[in-house]
Structures are given as structure tokens and as C-alpha cells.
């Protein structure tokens, strides 16, 4: 009877060990799965954190595109202009721009292509730079009086391709475009010429020997820019070597960035007043 009772006893006393155990066990567990949760929970949160703060990122990303486009579009832009070459200047004209980080666009007199200028003006075109055609002569008379215009732009458009290895289409009339009677603005168009008068002559002619005064009056012409792009006229010359540090820099000043002109600009600037020339 004593026996059984200690049996008893001890049963129980085992069977409550086992059930303390498995209590102990199972809150063990239990706190093991709260501490997987909170941690799933702190995963979970950072990763919200993390997208949040991407996609923060990202906005601002956005907003500095914003601004940066707005800046484009605001941008005012520039186009230096360079006509009667090439001359012994041409290249030092280039070194002067390209040691400025400026691309100007060139408009050669086809006769005044040496064989010597070939290799210079490829590689301006490789830098960057725009050419066109100014004509073969530059003779007003055989231009407009005797109808050479077309054919003259024509073979100086051949001679230029063949050097830089792509269709140059961008034409400066000498004079202006004013000159063009109506078949050959047409002509010009059937061909896929692009005409570029200009809006600020430099008057550079006027000032020979002193290319402060050039600068000076670019500056100040400058001034009554504020919506349409400038396109500024000066010659292959001395004075516009001597003159290029302080042009750029005033004309920078202005708040205009120096671009080179191609002839797929947006921007069509003609006497014509001719939005498809
Ligand atoms: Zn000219």
C-alpha cells in the first residue's frame, strides 16, 4: 500500500517535471516566435523605410531633372558665326575657341579651300564645330545678277562633303538672304539647304585693329536679347583671333551659352522671315 502510494508519488512527480518542462518548453518556443515576429515586423519596417526613403530619392531625382530641364529650356543660347575663311587664321581661331571649351560654326568661300585647310577643317568638324557654305566666289553679282547662287552653293556643297564625309547643307548668303529672288529660295529648299542670316553684326570691319571694340559692341547689342536666340556675324580675321578671349567671356557674361549651329536646329533665323528655309 506504502509501495504504491511512493509509486503514485513519483508518477506524479515525473509526469509534473515533464509538464513543467513542456511548459518551459513551450514558452520558450513562444518567445522565439514573438522574437522571429518582432523581427519579421523590424524587417518589414526597414524595408517600408528603405522604399520610403528610395522613393524620396527618387522625388528629388525627379525634381533636379525638373529644374535641370527648366534651366534648358530657359537656357539662352548663342551662336558664334564666323564667315569669309578659311584664312592662315582659321586654325589658330580654332585652338583659341577650343582652349575656351567653345564650338563656333564656320561659312568658307569655296575658292579660299586650299588643299592645305582639308585636314583642319575635318577635324574641327571632329571637335565639334558646324560649317557651311558661303559660296564658291562671294561675288554678289555673279550670286544674284547672273542666278550662280544654287549652282555655286551646290558645288561648294559637294567639295565640303567630300571633306568632313557628310552632306553639309547649312548656307550664310553672302549679303544676307535678302538677294534671293524666289526660285532660288525655292531651289534652296528642294536641295534641303538651310539658310542662316544673322541678328547681330559684329560690324567687325568697322573696327579693324581694335577688336576691344568689337567685343564692346557685341556686349552691349547683347542686351536686347531675351527671347530669341543671338546669332552673331564677325570674319575670318586677326582681329577676331585677338578678339576671341574677351568676346567669349562678355558674351558669357550676357548669360548666353556658346553653341555651334546646325542645320537641324529647331531654330530658323532668315530675312526671309521664311520658317522653312
Ligand atoms: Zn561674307
Redesign the pocket.
Known sequence: MKRNLIITLLILLVLTCFGAGGLLFFQQQQKEKEAERAKEQSLVMKKKQESEKAAEVEKEAQAEAGISKKVDKNQKTAYLTI??GPTKYFKQIIEALKKLNVKATF?F?GNNIKDEYKADIKQAVQDGNSIGM?SMS?DANKLYKQSQFIPEMEQESKLLSDIVGKKVGLIRA?YGSTYLNNDQVQKAKADKFRLLDWNIDSNDWKHKGKPQDTVSFVSQELDGFHKISPVILV?ETKDTLDAIPALVKAIRAKGFVLEPYFEDNDFHLNFKKDPDL
Open positions: 564667315d569669309d561659312f568661300v558661303h562671294h553672302p570674319h
